[in-house]
C-alpha cells in the first residue's frame, strides 16, 4: 500500500492550523443554498452505498443531515453566530481565580466526522473586568461547532477569553472522547483524551495547581 501523508494526519489526530481553515468564499452562499447543496451531496452519498432512499425512513434524510450540519453541528462556523460577550466591572474586587468547570462539549472531528464528546473546564482573573458566567459556556459551545481537533478548540478557547476579558490569565482543560477512536481504527472504548492551554498566570506552577484541584471538587447539590 503506498504511503498517504494526509491519511497519517488524520488517523493522528493531528492539527495544521491554529484558525479553523476556511476559504475565503466560505460564506458566500446563503445557510439555505448550502443546505441544498449539501442534500444533494448526502443524497449522493447514500445512493452510492445503495440505500433505498424512496423508503419512509429514508427519504428525508439528506434533508435532515444538510439542515444539521449548516444550523447545528456546524453553525460555529458562521462568524454571525458568535455569541456576544458583554464584560462587566468588578465591582466587588473578586481578585482569585473563576472556574467554570464541567462545561458539556459535543464536537466533530474534522478527519472523520465522527463526534467528539465530553466536558471542558475554563478558568481565568479578574484584572478588573468579568463576563457573565453562561458566556463561558457560549463561547466553549460556539468553537466546538465546527469540524474540529481538540488541541485548536483548547487553544480557540482561551485566546477568545483573553479578548474578551483583556487579560492574558485564562486556562482551559478538555477531557473528551473521540469516536473516531472508540468506534472505528483502534476501536478503544476506554481512552479519553485530555489537551490544556494555560495564560499568563496560570503558567505558573501553584496557580495552575490550584485550578486543577479545583476540577477534582466533586461538586454537590
Not at 479553523?20 to 441544498?36: V, Y
Not at 467528539?116 to 457560549?138: P, Q, W
Request: net charge negative; aromatic share 8%; with cysteine.
Amino acid at each position: 500500500m503506498a504511503y498517504d501523508f494526509k491519511d497519517e494526519i488524520g488517523d493522528n489526530h493531528i492539527a495544521t492550523n491554529f484558525n479553523t481553515p476556511l476559504r475565503p468564499d466560505a460564506f458566500d452562499l446563503t445557510d439555505e443554498q448550502k443546505i441544498e447543496s449539501i442534500k444533494k451531496d448526502v443524497e449522493n452519498i447514500l445512493n452510492t452505498l445503495g440505500m433505498d432512499l424512496t423508503d419512509d425512513s429514508l427519504k428525508g434524510t439528506p434533508n435532515r443531515v444538510a439542515k444539521m450540519f449548516v444550523k447545528e453541528i456546524f453553525e460555529g462556523l458562521n462568524p454571525a453566530k458568535k455569541p456576544g460577550s458583554s464584560t462587566f466591572e468588578n465591582k466587588y474586587k473578586y481578585g482569585e481565580m473563576l472556574v467554570e468547570k464541567n462545561i458539556t462539549i459535543y464536537s466533530t472531528c474534522e478527519h472523520h466526522l465522527l463526534p467528539i464528546v465530553g466536558r471542558a473546564h475554563v478558568a481565568y482573573i479578574s484584572n478588573g473586568t468579568v463576563v457573565g458566567l453562561s458566556k463561558m459556556n457560549r463561547i466553549v459551545d460556539f468553537y466546538a461547532k465546527r469540524p474540529q481537533v481538540q488541541e485548536r478548540l483548547t487553544i480557540q478557547i482561551v485566546e477568545e477569553l483573553k479578548k474578551v476579558l483583556n487579560t492574558q490569565d485564562v486556562a482551559c482543560v478538555i477531557d473528551a472522547k473521540h469516536l473516531c477512536v472508540n468506534s472505528r481504527g483502534i476501536r478503544d472504548i476506554e481512552s479519553s483524551t485530555v489537551t490544556s492551554e494555560f495564560g499568563g498566570k496560570f503558567k505558573d506552577e501553584n496557580v495552575k495547581r490550584e485550578f486543577l484541584d479545583y476540577i477534582k471538587l466533586d461538586t454537590q447539590f
